[in-house]
Structure formats: structure tokens, C-alpha cells
């Protein structure tokens, strides 16, 4: 074959070019391993990666470089920290910033790409931290959707007892993968996740496992339990009680742990058996939560003590374990098994069947009824002893006083919860618990089961008092309670005049007045009325000044800004004070003064008036709201007269 004037042979006739072809999930690298084309590009950036040569010099110390990943990240320039730690990568070891790039994906919702980036960094040699699973791990509970991240992440976490993993997981990487289960709510992958857990060890589990596990049960029974049609009220009972045996194995197996001082309850923990309890349809499941208050804090009891279920004397056999259990022994937590993922079509050595064999991880729609034992009517009755060190108790705190006024709303047992109130939140006691809105609310429902409106009216002012004044826990929904409770004690001649300093505690507190708690109001006027129709007039001022002319105000000068919902509740609520005009001039009959008779019709007149001249007003604005929304421009605006 001739060759051409410069020496090189010709190419065939049939023969293609050669292209370099460059993709976004691919680095160009040269000879000598540096990189020289940026991905996603078709020609190299050589001034680019120069620059970054440039910086890495000063960028020797891991640290460094870790430290001015951060910076680019907050800076939100990823692309350049990416590359920067690609170069980085074929020098030394820098694990710490590959895992600030993960997390940052991960905080952005960008799973696939924080995926990706995993998936590369193991392949530039550089070996995944304990750091980058749990990263990993947590960023995948972020996401919206957990149900759609779960394979993803059982696909990572089972991947990490590989024999070739260069981590082992502990006890972080376990609760992060349990977390997404629970929100995914998926219970068959939270026992297959659990089934792993060693006895004892770093990959035990700890107070934060055996949390989520009893919340997840709670949420997921919670979510079947409404579900499910009305109709079916005995499926919704056997359903609440599944899950309360759950719960009871569990606490059962948490005991031992705890005394043998390997396991280190806290409030979160307390608090999650207990409101697992709440879901229980018995007596006994209430009381328990008094009794799981004095065994793991050390509370007194307040209240009496149910009898304790005696053990069988019959025959002496222990009665058969239920399908229902979750006992950690029975589904494997205690020891340190492989489940596999695979299913199994049965066990020849044994011959049992898969039913028998991944019972304890089935879900509880498909268990029989539990049989609660005497062990386990029993678990929370062990009292604490003096060989258990004061430190080793649960510290209370809100979510606690919240849970134990709870139980006692149940049980119906108002001193009890009074005394409970009395003893966490004194000042001078051994708790000295501060309460939150929420534990105010709780306390208000229980004064409103005793038809205590005195005290909700001294409870309303200690709240709006002092340091409680500036942390704003007066909300709408305190007074709604409030002037419930003075409904409820309708039969009291003072309730009327209970019900009126709530407004006055209402007008200073919130902008503008709640609209529900003025028609409670109104209701009890209206009752009041047939027994002292006076008061009700006199009370029906309170609410025409300010109350009724606020909210007026409210709609007239902000109705753009107000929802359609609020200005028809506050319409509703005029419609109510003309009614109630009519109540009283039919209660009192001939004993109305002719001033206050004057004054009712004045008063049904003028708000009749105003709810048609809003509602015309109304109907206006919406069509202009129409018109500019259909691009016709903006309206000038035009002042309407009320």
C-alpha cells in the first residue's frame, strides 16, 4: 500500500472518523490522570481545571479542602465543589467533603443525584465513612414521599453486612432506616430492619429504636383505624388492641434492659408507650399510663390502683403465645440474625410453613386477637425499688403533664389530674415543670369536664399575666375552650358573668376576636335568658360593644385581605345576634322596657342591613377580582360607602 506525501497510509474507504464522545456521568481524563474536559461538555475546559490545580495547592490538609466544600456549598456553586474533590480524589483520601456534597444533595431533595454521587465516590477509591450511610440514610426520611425512597434505602442499609462493607452498622445507621419505615409505614420492612439488631453491643438497640418502632405502630394503626367505614366498629376495636399488646411485649422486653442498666430510658420514650396506651378501648389501658409514669419517673401515683391480674391456678401451663406478639426474642432482635430478603417457599429441615415463619412480622390486620396475659396486664406494675439510682429515672416535662391529663380525662378522674397539675408544676417541687400551650389546653378540658368556669376564668388570667403575656400562648382556640366550659356550666347564675370577663380577656389578647368563641357566647346567652332575661340583655351589650363592632371593622377595612369562610362566619354570626334579639323579646314578653325593646329592634335592624350591603359589596369585589384575572387590567379602586 502507497503512502500519501506526509508518510501516513490511507485510511479505507468505508472507514469513520473517530470522535470523542463525552457524557454527563463521565470524566475525560488524559495520560497522566488529570482531568481535562469537564463533563457534559465536548470540549475540554482547560482553563478551568488549571484554576483548580491552582487551588488544590493550598488545599493539601483534608480539613481544608473539607472546610472550603462547605463554603462553595453555602455559596451554592456544587458543580465547582464536585470537581474540585474529583481532582482531589487521586491525590489523597477526602471522604469528609465527598459526604458534605451528599448531604447537600440530599438537603435539596435531589436523591438520584446524591445517589449518583455515592455511587462514584466508591469509585474513585474512596471508601464510604459510618458518616456517609447515615447521611445517606437520614436524607432519604427528608424526602416528601418516603415510600418511594424505603427500597432504596432498605437497598443501602442491607448492603452495609455485605463481608466486603467497610462499615458495620451500629445503632445510628438502624434508627435512620427505621425512620423511613415508619413514615413510609411499611411494617414488614420495620421488623425485617429490626430482626438485624444484635442483643447487646454497638448495634443494640437503644431507647430511640424502641421509639420509633411504638410510634410507628401507634401511626399505623392509627391511619388503618380511620380507614376503616364506621360500620365496622368490632374490626376498629380489634385493631386498637393488637397494637396495645404491641406495645406491652415490647415494654416488656425494655424492662429487663433497663434495670440491668443497659438501656437508658427517656421522656420520648415514656411518652410514646403512653400514647400507644391512649389507643386502648379498657380502663386497665388508661390506668397503665399512671402506673408507667411511677414506674420509669418516679411519679406518685394520684389516683387509685385497678386490681392486678392474678395469675391462672387451674393448671399452672402457660397459655399459648400469641401470633400478635412482637416480642424482640420471638422476632429476632435479640439475637443477632440474617433475614433474607428473598421469600422462602418453606423450611424443609423444619417443615413449618412461611405463615408460622414470618408471623411476627406480619401485619396486624392479619393476627388473631390477642390474649393479654397476666405478664403483660402486669409489666407496668413493677414498682421502682431503692437499687435503681435516682439518675437512672426519666426526667418529666410537658409532653408528660400533657399525656398524664390526658389518661385521667379518660378515666374521668378530675382530682387525680388536678393533683398531677399541683405537683409537676410547682414551682418549689421536684419537677418544676413549665407548661406550654398545649398542656394549658389539656388542663382547660379538664376544667371544662368539671364545669369549672371560675377557674378557667383564673387560668385565662394567670395565662394572660406576667412572663405567659409575652410568649403569646393565648390563641383562638383557648378561648373556644373557655367559653365552652361556661356552656357547660350553664346551670351556674354566675356562668353568664364568667362567660363575659372571657371576652373582655379575649379583646386584649387577640386581634380580631376569635368568631366562634363570640357564638358560645351567644348560645349562652340565649339559655341564660330564660331564666334572667336582664342578664342576657346586659351581656348581649358586652358583645355588641366591642366585640361585634371589631370584627365589623375587620371585614369592612381588610374584607380583601379576609378568606370568603371568615367573612360568611362572621355573617353567620350577625344572622345569630339578630336572632337572639328576637329570643329575648319573646322570653321577656311584657316585662321588656320599652328602651331595651327599642334598643333590639335597632340593633336586629342595623345588623341585617349591614350583612345584605357586605354580601352586595362582596359580590362586587369578587367580579372585579374576575375581570383583573382575566388579564383585562387593573380596576381603579373605588371606595364604597358602609
Known amino acids: 500500500?502507497?503512502?500519501?506525501?506526509?508518510?501516513?497510509?490511507?485510511?479505507?474507504?468505508?472507514?469513520?472518523?473517530?470522535?470523542?464522545?463525552?457524557?454527563?456521568?463521565?470524566?475525560?481524563?488524559?495520560?497522566?490522570?488529570?482531568?481535562?474536559?469537564?463533563?457534559?461538555?465536548?470540549?475540554?475546559?482547560?482553563?478551568?481545571?488549571?484554576?483548580?490545580?491552582?487551588?488544590?495547592?493550598?488545599?493539601?490538609?483534608?480539613?481544608?479542602?473539607?472546610?472550603?466544600?462547605?463554603?462553595?456549598?453555602?455559596?451554592?456553586?456544587?458543580?465547582?465543589?464536585?470537581?474540585?474533590?474529583?481532582?482531589?480524589?487521586?491525590?489523597?483520601?477526602?471522604?469528609v467533603?465527598?459526604?458534605?456534597?451528599?448531604?447537600?444533595?440530599?438537603?435539596?431533595?435531589?436523591?438520584?443525584?446524591?445517589?449518583?454521587?455515592?455511587?462514584?465516590?466508591?469509585?474513585?477509591?474512596?471508601?464510604?465513612?459510618?458518616?456517609?450511610?447515615?447521611?445517606?440514610?437520614?436524607?432519604?426520611?427528608?424526602?416528601?414521599?418516603?415510600?418511594?425512597?424505603?427500597?432504596?434505602a432498605l437497598k443501602i442499609y442491607h448492603s452495609m453486612y455485605a463481608h466486603n462493607c467497610p462499615v458495620q452498622p451500629n445503632a445510628i445507621h438502624t434508627n435512620a432506616a427505621l425512620k423511613v419505615c415508619a413514615l413510609a409505614k411499611d411494617m414488614d420492612a420495620l421488623w425485617g430492619v429490626a430482626a438485624k439488631l444484635p442483643a447487646r453491643g454497638s448495634g443494640a438497640a437503644d431507647n430511640l429504636t424502641f421509639t420509633i418502632i411504638l410510634n410507628a405502630i401507634r401511626a399505623v394503626t392509627w391511619q388503618a383505624y380511620t380507614d376503616l367505614p364506621d360500620e365496622e366498629v368490632e374490626e376498629k376495636c380489634l385493631r386498637r388492641q393488637r397494637a396495645v399488646m404491641q406495645g406491652r411485649r415490647l415494654w416488656e422486653e425494655i424492662i429487663p434492659r433497663w434495670r440491668a442498666g443497659n438501656l437508658w430510658i427517656d421522656?420520648?420514650?415514656?411518652?410514646?408507650?403512653?400514647?400507644?396506651?391512649?389507643?386502648?378501648?379498657?380502663?386497665?389501658?388508661?390506668?397503665?399510663?399512671?402506673?408507667?409514669?411511677?414506674?420509669?419517673?418516679?411519679?406518685p401515683r394520684q389516683g387509685r390502683r385497678l386490681p392486678e391480674v392474678e395469675q391462672p391456678t387451674d393448671t399452672g401451663e402457660r397459655p399459648p403465645a400469641s401470633s400478635a406478639s412482637v416480642d424482640l426474642e420471638e422476632s429476632g432482635m435479640s439475637r443477632n440474625a440474617q433475614v433474607d430478603e428473598t421469600p422462602v417457599e418453606g423450611d424443609e429441615s423444619t417443615g413449618s410453613p412461611p405463615e408460622e415463619e414470618d408471623a411476627?412480622?406480619?401485619?396486624?390486620?392479619?393476627?388473631?386477637?390477642?390474649?393479654?396475659?397476666?405478664?403483660?396486664?402486669?409489666?407496668?406494675?413493677?414498682?421502682?425499688?431503692?437499687?435503681?439510682p435516682s439518675v437512672s429515672t426519666a426526667r418529666p416535662g410537658c409532653n408528660t403533664l400533657s399525656l398524664l391529663l390526658d389518661a385521667c380525662i379518660r378515666l374521668h378522674a378530675v382530682r387525680p389530674a388536678q393533683a398531677y397539675w399541683g405537683l409537676l408544676t410547682?414551682?418549689?417541687?421536684?419537677?418544676?415543670?413549665?407548661?406550654?400551650?398545649?398542656?394549658?389546653?389539656?388542663?382547660?378540658?379538664?376544667?371544662?369536664?368539671?364545669?369549672?368556669?371560675?377557674?378557667?376564668?383564673?387560668?385565662?388570667?394567670?395565662?394572660?399575666?406576667?412572663?405567659?403575656?409575652?410568649?403569646?400562648?393565648?390563641?383562638?382556640?383557648?378561648?373556644?375552650?373557655?367559653?365552652?366550659?361556661?356552656?357547660?356550666?350553664?346551670?351556674?347564675?354566675?356562668?353568664?358573668?364568667?362567660?363575659?370577663?372571657?371576652?373582655?380577656?379575649?379583646y386584649k389578647a387577640i386581634e380580631p376576636p376569635d368568631v366562634k368563641?363570640?357564638?358560645?357566647?351567644?348560645?349562652?346567652?340565649?339559655?341564660v335568658a330564660r331564666t334572667d332575661f336582664r342578664a342576657s340583655i346586659a351581656a348581649?351589650?358586652?358583645?355588641?360593644?366591642?366585640?361585634?363592632?371589631?370584627?365589623?371593622?375587620?371585614?369592612?377595612?381588610?374584607?380583601?385581605?379576609?378568606?370568603d369562610a371568615q367573612v360568611d362566619a362572621v355573617f353567620h354570626l350577625a344572622k345569630r345576634v339578630?336572632?337572639?334579639?328576637?329570643?329575648?323579646?319573646?322570653?321577656?314578653?311584657?316585662?321588656?322596657?320599652?328602651?331595651?325593646?327599642?334598643?333590639?329592634?335597632?340593633?336586629?335592624?342595623?345588623?341585617?342591613?349591614?350583612?345584605?350591603?357586605?354580601?352586595?359589596?362582596g359580590a362586587h369585589l369578587r367580579e372585579r377580582r374576575k375581570t383583573i384575572f382575566r388579564g383585562a387590567g387593573p380596576v381603579p379602586a373605588r371606595r364604597v360607602k358602609v
Open 426 to 506: 410547682d414551682p418549689s417541687g421536684p419537677y418544676d415543670i413549665e407548661p406550654d400551650s398545649e398542656n394549658y389546653h389539656m388542663y382547660l378540658r379538664l376544667l371544662r369536664y368539671q364545669r369549672a368556669s371560675k377557674m378557667t376564668v383564673q387560668l385565662l388570667r394567670e395565662m394572660h399575666s406576667g412572663e405567659l403575656k409575652d410568649k403569646k400562648i393565648l390563641q383562638p382556640k383557648t378561648f373556644r375552650i373557655a367559653m365552652s366550659c361556661c356552656v357547660r356550666d350553664k346551670m351556674n347564675r354566675h356562668s353568664l358573668g364568667y362567660g363575659q370577663r372571657i371576652l373582655e380577656i379575649m
Open 267 to 299: 421522656e420520648p420514650l415514656v411518652c410514646a408507650m403512653g400514647r400507644l396506651l391512649l389507643l386502648g378501648t379498657t380502663e386497665r389501658d388508661h390506668d397503665d399510663i399512671l402506673s408507667l409514669a411511677e414506674q420509669v419517673m418516679g411519679i
Open 360 to 388: 411476627a412480622f406480619s401485619p396486624p390486620q392479619s393476627l388473631p386477637i390477642p390474649t393479654l396475659t397476666p405478664a403483660l396486664a402486669n409489666v407496668f406494675r413493677d414498682r421502682p425499688t431503692s437499687k435503681v
Open 97 to 152: 467533603s465527598w459526604n458534605h456534597v451528599i448531604d447537600y444533595e440530599m438537603s435539596k431533595g435531589r436523591i438520584q443525584k446524591a445517589e449518583r454521587v455515592y455511587n462514584e465516590m466508591k469509585k474513585r477509591a474512596q471508601p464510604p465513612d459510618a458518616q456517609t450511610y447515615t447521611i445517606l440514610l437520614r436524607g432519604f426520611s427528608w424526602h416528601p414521599h418516603p415510600e418511594q425512597t424505603l427500597p432504596r
Open 578 to 617: 339578630a336572632g337572639a334579639c328576637d329570643v329575648l323579646r319573646d322570653v321577656a314578653g311584657d316585662q321588656l322596657d320599652p328602651a331595651d325593646k327599642k334598643w333590639l329592634a335597632e340593633l336586629q335592624l342595623r345588623w341585617g342591613a349591614w350583612v345584605r350591603r357586605r354580601k352586595t359589596i
Open 540 to 563: 348581649l351589650r358586652a358583645l355588641e360593644v366591642p366585640g361585634m363592632r371589631l370584627l365589623k371593622n375587620w371585614v369592612n377595612y381588610e374584607m380583601r385581605d379576609v378568606g
Open 1 to 95: 500500500m502507497q503512502r500519501d506525501s506526509t508518510g501516513m497510509l490511507p485510511l479505507p474507504q468505508d472507514a469513520k472518523p473517530l470522535r470523542l464522545q463525552y457524557t454527563q456521568s463521565e470524566d475525560v481524563v488524559s495520560h497522566n490522570g488529570r482531568h481535562v474536559a469537564t463533563p457534559g461538555t465536548k470540549e475540554p475546559d482547560f482553563k478551568r481545571m488549571k484554576e483548580l490545580d491552582k487551588e488544590l495547592v493550598y488545599l493539601q490538609d483534608p480539613l481544608k479542602l473539607a472546610e472550603h466544600t462547605i463554603g462553595l456549598l453555602r455559596d451554592g456553586d456544587d458543580g465547582k465543589a464536585l470537581d474540585l474533590i474529583r481532582m482531589a480524589s487521586k491525590r489523597a483520601q477526602c471522604t
Open 517 to 527: 368563641t363570640c357564638g358560645l357566647y351567644l348560645e349562652l346567652l340565649c339559655t
